[in-house]
Protein backbone atom coordinates (compact mmCIF):
# COMPACT_ATOMS: atom_id res chain seq x y z
CA UNK A 1 0.00 0.00 0.00
CA UNK A 2 1.35 3.58 -0.99
CA UNK A 3 0.64 6.48 0.63
CA UNK A 4 0.11 9.83 -1.52
CA UNK A 5 2.87 11.80 -1.61
CA UNK A 6 2.17 14.92 0.11
CA UNK A 7 2.01 18.16 -1.86
CA UNK A 8 3.12 20.49 1.47
CA UNK A 9 6.95 21.51 0.89
CA UNK A 10 8.85 20.42 3.31
CA UNK A 11 11.38 23.18 5.09
CA UNK A 12 15.09 23.17 4.61
CA UNK A 13 16.85 20.23 6.67
CA UNK A 14 20.01 22.92 6.88
CA UNK A 15 17.30 25.49 8.79
CA UNK A 16 16.00 22.69 10.70
CA UNK A 17 16.44 22.48 14.58
CA UNK A 18 17.83 18.91 16.09
CA UNK A 19 14.43 17.99 17.35
CA UNK A 20 12.70 18.93 14.09
CA UNK A 21 14.99 17.28 11.84
CA UNK A 22 15.81 13.98 14.08
CA UNK A 23 11.21 13.89 14.26
CA UNK A 24 10.91 13.82 10.48
CA UNK A 25 14.17 11.56 10.26
CA UNK A 26 12.28 8.89 12.56
CA UNK A 27 9.21 9.42 10.90
CA UNK A 28 10.84 8.61 7.22
CA UNK A 29 12.36 5.33 9.40
CA UNK A 30 8.77 4.59 10.62
CA UNK A 31 6.87 4.94 7.49
CA UNK A 32 10.19 3.41 4.87
CA UNK A 33 9.80 0.47 7.73
CA UNK A 34 5.84 -0.02 7.49
CA UNK A 35 5.87 -0.06 3.85
CA UNK A 36 4.03 2.90 3.72
CA UNK A 37 5.63 4.14 0.43
CA UNK A 38 6.39 2.74 -2.91
CA UNK A 39 10.24 1.88 -4.13
CA UNK A 40 10.38 5.44 -5.81
CA UNK A 41 9.14 7.09 -3.08
CA UNK A 42 11.08 5.55 -0.27
CA UNK A 43 13.69 6.78 -2.79
CA UNK A 44 13.19 9.79 -2.13
CA UNK A 45 12.44 9.79 1.63
CA UNK A 46 16.04 7.87 1.77
CA UNK A 47 17.28 11.04 0.10
CA UNK A 48 15.71 13.19 2.33
CA UNK A 49 16.33 11.41 5.70
CA UNK A 50 20.54 11.49 4.59
CA UNK A 51 20.36 15.18 4.28
CA UNK A 52 18.33 15.00 7.41
CA UNK A 53 21.42 13.16 9.23
CA UNK A 54 23.67 15.16 7.93
CA UNK A 55 21.77 18.28 9.48
CA UNK A 56 21.91 16.16 12.94
CA UNK A 57 25.88 14.96 13.14
CA UNK A 58 26.50 18.93 12.16
CA UNK A 59 24.17 20.44 15.11
CA UNK A 60 25.96 17.83 17.07
CA UNK A 61 29.31 18.33 15.98
CA UNK A 62 28.65 22.51 16.61
CA UNK A 63 27.56 21.26 19.95
CA UNK A 64 30.52 19.05 20.98
CA UNK A 65 32.57 21.85 20.20
CA UNK A 66 31.06 24.42 22.24
CA UNK A 67 30.91 21.94 25.33
CA UNK A 68 35.17 21.62 24.38
CA UNK A 69 35.33 25.21 24.47
CA UNK A 70 33.24 25.75 27.38
CA UNK A 71 36.12 23.23 29.13
CA UNK A 72 38.98 24.32 28.10
CA UNK A 73 37.72 27.81 29.52
CA UNK A 74 36.78 26.32 32.66
CA UNK A 75 40.27 24.07 33.29
CA UNK A 76 42.12 27.58 32.61
CA UNK A 77 43.28 29.16 36.13
CA UNK A 78 41.60 32.06 36.86
CA UNK A 79 44.43 34.87 37.55
CA UNK A 80 45.23 35.50 41.62
CA UNK A 81 44.36 38.55 43.22
CA UNK A 82 46.79 41.21 42.03
CA UNK A 83 47.54 39.67 38.96
CA UNK A 84 46.75 41.27 35.61
Not at 39 to 49: D, K, V
Not at 59 to 81: C, F, G, M, S, Y
Request: proline share 8%.
Amino acid sequence: MTVPSDPTPRPDPGRMSYEEAIGELQSIIDSIEQGQVGLQQSLAEYSRGAALLKRCRTILDDAEQQVERLTAEDATPAPEAGEK
